[in-house]
């Protein structure tokens, strides 16, 4: 399976990985059929420390996935930044992740970003396999 974006979204990951360093970020992606059309940035919630983690509220979810229902789209997943650490999944990632959503890491290095993956975990919760990440130069339908 691949996720596609066009660079405007990939920007605006990246954007938002570098105005929160050194503490992660985190945002939804929405859009269909594997293509998402729009990033929108969630705050970061964490009372472990921003630095090292993320959490979506529930009311931010729910926000999420009305903004993609208003639309005539859905919540495809979630993106969130790892400063100066690789864009792979940690255990904790792997703990907190539904297996039915994409989830794209930016990895943030002293402040530049870097390397963007995306992942899904697997229906038995076990691990996380990587997908194909697709970025377009052309632009997504706007919602």
């Known amino acids: ?75 495809l997943g979630f993106y969130h930044s790892h400063p100066d650490h690789p864009a792979r999944p940690s255990e904790y990632d792997l703990n907190h992740a539904w297996p039915f959503f994409s989830y794209v890491i930016v990895s943030v290095r002293d402040g530049v970003p870097g390397d963007m993956t995306s992942w899904r975990l697997l229906d038995d919760r076990s691990t996380f396999t990587e997908e194909d990440l697709l970025e377009t130069i052309e632009a997504s339908r706007k919602i």
Do not use: W
């Not at 691949?2 to 992606?29: M, W």
């Not at 269909?32 to 979506?56: C, M, Q, S, Y």
């Open 1 to 75: 399976m691949a996720l596609k974006f066009s660079s405007r979204v990939a920007d605006a990951i990246r954007q938002h990985g570098t105005e929160t360093y050194p503490n992660e970020c985190c945002g939804a992606l929405i859009g269909n059929d594997g293509i998402v059309h729009r990033a929108v940035a969630l705050p970061n919630k964490t009372e472990e420390g921003p630095r090292r983690r993320f959490l979506v509220r529930p009311q931010d979810y729910r926000e999420a996935e009305q903004t993609a229902s208003d639309s005539g789209v859905e919540l």
